[in-house]
């Protein structure tokens, strides 16, 4: 339970959803994801009084509005600006930043770093497509290779963004990641808001017209157990029905992919999941598909001090035993008057 939000009244799903009429293209991942957090929130035992969404300019922007609670529907890769302002100004707000792989890793990515080093008390969802949705698809910061859309109608050559690992390199102490219609995503939401700081969450959404399926390779019902990987702190890093598992490679200082026969996991060298390990977190985060399944739930979990009880302990500390004088204070330093 995030402290900074005290349990005010007991609430439900409904309680959540606002009046407005909820638009996004039929089959968007984004109600899938609506429905989760509704779902979470009176899971964790939040306030509609004391809750703020706050948003940039992309299809998840539309976030603030469908949420019977406070919002912001600010302007393009800025709403990390603002909901430092917000929490500043009001630290028992529990703050909610609603972005996209667009809004949040382009235009919006230097505010986003600055956001998650400060380690803001908050939580960041980003919810990555791999398109620009809003803008009729075009290819984003985390598009793959060879994506084919109006602005690489060849093929895009960029090197795609890895959300985790921007986060990680930002100095985030919260990291995790979701998709949208799985079942575990509201368990690695509540883990995010009883983190204490900025807390990360990468959500794989499916945009239904731009970029079809095209997280179908790992987020399949069928085969699942083989493709996804879903971390869980203090358990071994099992999957495909606890017949393979992640070790280390120690001479090479990577990770593999081992079998494991007769459940003996620890004979075949799988390594426990220790959530506060930065450097296997940089590693999970970095698995290419296909060789590895991808890492899924909460990858790296180790709290320090948030932004705004260091900023407002030192501004407490400051007024200890003053008076506030404004006309001293700017009266202070170097002054001069102008005559004609």
Excluded at 96 to 117: A, E, F, Q
Aim: aromatic content about 8%.
């Amino acid at each position: 339970m995030n402290d900074m939000t005290p349990i005010a009244k007991t609430t439900t799903m409904k309680d959540w959803e606002s009046d407005q009429e909820v638009r996004w293209c039929p089959g968007c991942g984004d109600y899938a994801i609506l429905k989760a957090v509704q779902r979470t929130m009176p899971e964790i035992g939040a306030d509609p009084a004391k809750t703020v969404f706050v948003s940039g300019i992309g299809c998840s922007s539309r976030f603030p509005y469908y949420m019977a609670s406070y919002g912001f529907h600010t302007i393009h890769g800025r709403a990390p600006a603002f909901a430092t302002g917000i929490k500043l100004a009001n630290p028992e707000l529990d703050v909610w930043l609603v972005t996209g792989d667009g809004d949040g890793m382009s235009i919006g990515g230097n505010h986003t770093m600055h956001l998650i080093r400060r380690n803001l008390n908050c939580q960041i969802m980003l919810f990555n497509n791999e398109i620009y949705g809003l803008t009729k698809g075009q290819y984003s910061p985390t598009s793959r290779l060879g994506t084919t859309s109006p602005t690489s109608p060849m093929g895009s050559v960029d090197r795609p963004a890895l959300p985790c690992a921007f986060a990680l390199g930002a100095g985030a102490r919260f990291v995790a990641r979701g998709f949208d219609v799985s079942k575990e995503l509201s368990g690695v939401l509540k883990a995010a808001h009883a983190h204490q700081g900025a807390a990360f969450v990468e959500i794989f959404q499916n945009c239904i017209v731009y970029n079809k399926d095209r997280f179908e390779d790992f987020a399949a019902p069928k085969g699942a157990e083989a493709r996804q990987l879903w971390l869980k702190n203090g358990e071994p890093m099992l999957f495909n029905k606890g017949t393979q598992g992640i070790a280390l490679d120690a001479a090479a200082l990577t990770l593999k992919v081992v079998d494991v026969v007769d459940g003996d996991w620890q004979a075949a060298g799988v390594i426990v999941h220790d959530v506060t390990n930065r450097s296997v977190a940089h590693m999970l985060v970095e698995l290419p598909f296909g060789a590895f399944p991808m890492a899924l739930g909460v990858i790296y979990d180790d709290p320090r001090p948030t932004f705004e009880q260091s900023l407002l302990g030192q501004d407490a500390k400051a007024r200890e035993g003053k008076t506030p004088d404004l006309a001293k204070l700017l009266a202070k330093g170097q002054t001069w008057t102008v005559e004609e």
